[in-house]
């Protein structure tokens, strides 16, 4: 059974930074992972994806001010974000997949990290 283990969430000012970590154990077949977020009252949404290749893409209200990467040796993925915007306010969990995409539905789920930036 896979688990995905979350850290890295908190408290911080508008133009500020914060590093999310999400450490998958339990198994070898993952491919896709990413990130979602959920703001009270929206819908979940993709942040940011990145395959076992490298391969990564971004939702466009993230692009250039957030960086995914992930080291395939300890099964971890990244999520930098930078220059947060109070709208950058919400739970943020870390999914992973055995495709190459993150869909909804995705394999994996984290328990959550919450964000939260302050204007």
């Known amino acids: 059974q896979v688990q995905l283990v979350e850290s890295g969430g908190g408290l911080v000012q508008a133009g500020g930074s914060l590093r999310l970590s999400c450490a998958a154990s339990?198994?070898?077949?993952?491919?896709?992972m990413g990130w979602y977020r959920q703001a009270p009252g929206k819908m979940r949404e993709l942040v940011a994806r990145i395959t076992n290749r490298g391969s990564t893409n971004y939702a466009p209200s993230v692009k250039g001010r957030f960086t995914i990467s992930r080291d395939n040796a300890k099964n971890t993925v990244y999520l930098q974000m930078n220059s947060l915007k109070p709208e950058d306010t919400a739970v943020y969990y870390c999914?992973?997949?055995?495709?190459?995409?993150?869909?909804?539905?995705?394999?994996?789920w984290g328990q959550g990290t919450q964000v939260t930036v302050t204007s």
């Open positions: 339990g198994s070898t077949s993952i491919n896709a």
């Open positions: 999914a992973a997949d055995r495709s190459a995409f993150l869909p909804s539905g995705s394999d994996y």
